[in-house]
Nanobody, 123 residues
Framework: VQLQASGGGLVQAGGALRLSCAAS????????MGWFRQAPGLEREFVAT????????NYANSVKGRFAISRNNAQNTGYLQMNSLKPEDTAVYYC?????????????????WGQGTKVTVSS
């Protein structure tokens, strides 16, 4: 499977964005997916993950209550709804998929990555 992330952009603090992750084929439906982000000079960090059917999710503490991960397997697409954005959310956001159907917060457990979409939150 190949992944393509989109939806990033420039937004003011307090605003919202929805990121999308389009998968190339239906194997996506059997895989857990995750969103990660990387700010300049920092390591890639976990943001959110969802299992194969959307029944289980996990979030980084820094985004809990503000971000929501979801997926539409019929459309081979995953989403990250980001609300109440803060300047510290500024980063390149990557979607990823793993062969397992179950959630993981570790980037090393994901074997397929999208190209990243940049999110900039101005204060």
């Amino acid at each position: 499977v190949q992944l393509q992330a989109s939806g990033g952009g420039l937004v003011q603090a307090g605003g919202a964005l929805r990121l999308s992750c389009a998968a190339s084929d239906r194997t996506f439906a059997s895989r857990a997916m995750g969103w990660f982000r990387q700010a300049p000079g920092l390591e890639r960090e976990f943001v959110a993950t969802i299992n194969w059917n959307g029944g289980s999710t996990n979030y980084a503490n820094s985004v809990k209550g503000r971000f929501a991960i979801s997926r539409n397997n019929a459309q081979n697409t995953g989403y990250l709804q980001m609300n109440s954005l803060k300047p510290e959310d500024t980063a390149v956001y990557y979607c990823a998929a793993r062969r397992s159907a179950y959630v993981s917060t570790s980037p090393s457990e994901y074997d397929t990555w999208g190209q990243g979409t940049k999110v900039t939150v101005s204060s």
